[in-house]
């Protein structure tokens, strides 16, 4: 009978310990681009969600990304808003894919066609997973140092309203808006910023040949989503930005007060989503437009 007793406790124990004791996995974007569990997937991941970004002081995603990412490189060539890459695993940026609301992201007027972060500012991001070591399987060849997905906020999300301006050195400003709501079919979101800087310049000769590298930036996101019908939904993901930047010129007695580049990013994103039981099924179309003009002192 004290043994029966015994073997009820311990089986109770055991129970308790990896039925009811479990914690909730962390669910990630994995290899399989569909959601599932952390512990279920292979890859090497990192998830960088609202509560840090909200909480750092950097202004710039490739600034929050470098200050809590192990084994990733990160460069960039002067001040803000200057030429900014992300390696993962040591390798070649152009073998790190990034995507922003599941558009592909590519520079056409690289050497290698790879993306920059120079642009991407803090503010309407909520969330950013990282999947470090080849996903060429299933993101293609471009992948086989890891995946970066950067998921902007929308109007499901908290802290959707929200009104904030802050200064720094060298003439910096920085004013964002952003609103939302969520209602019974209907949820919406808007970011609205402007970002400002007097800049530093880069080179060391003097002052009257070179001034310092003024950086502004100007951009908008926006996500509204539809219920149609109980299993039928639409999303609709928008992302606009509008820099401009000045640099140094690097002959000799010529002034550098032409020398400037003007940046426009535009990517969507449109979702149709039927979901019933364990089914689901998107149609998605995705558009993304990267233009540069550049000027020179000639």
Known sequence: ??????????????CQTYLFATEIPIIVIAPSKTNQSYSSVGSSISLIDNEIIENSSELFLSDVLDNNLLGMNYFRQGGKGTVTGIQLRGLPKRYSTVYIDGVKMSDPSTSDNSFYFSNIINN????????RGTQSSIYGSGA????????????????????????????????????????????YFIGINN????????????????????????????????????????????????SQLNYDEVTAGRADENN?????????NLRLI??????????????????????TYT
Do not use: C, P, W
Not at 260 to 268: P, S, W
Not at 279 to 292: C, P
């Open 274 to 295: 039927y979901e019933k039981d364990n089914l689901k099924n998107s149609l998605v179309y995705s558009y993304t437009d990267i233009e540069r003009a550049t000027k």
């Open 144 to 187: 086989i140092g890891g995946t970066i997905n950067i998921f902007t906020k929308d109007g499901t999300k908290t802290n959707k309203n929200a009104f904030e301006i802050s200064t720094g050195s060298n003439g910096l400003k920085n004013v964002n808006y952003s609103f939302g709501d969520d209602l019974e079919k209907l949820n």
């Open 195 to 242: 970002l400002s800087t007097d800049g530093i310049s880069a080179m060391n000769d003097s002052s009257l040949s070179n001034d310092s590298d003024k950086y502004q930036n100007k951009g908008i996101i926006a996500n509204f989503g539809y219920n149609l019908k109980d299993n039928l939904s639409i999303k609709n993901s928008l992302r606009y930005s509008d």
């Open 124 to 131: 309407s991001i909520e969330r950013v997973e990282v999947l």
């Open 1 to 14: 009978m004290l043994r029966l007793i015994f073997f009820i406790l311990f089986f109770i124990k055991i």
């Open 260 to 268: 400037k580049t003007d940046d426009k990013e535009l990517t969507y």
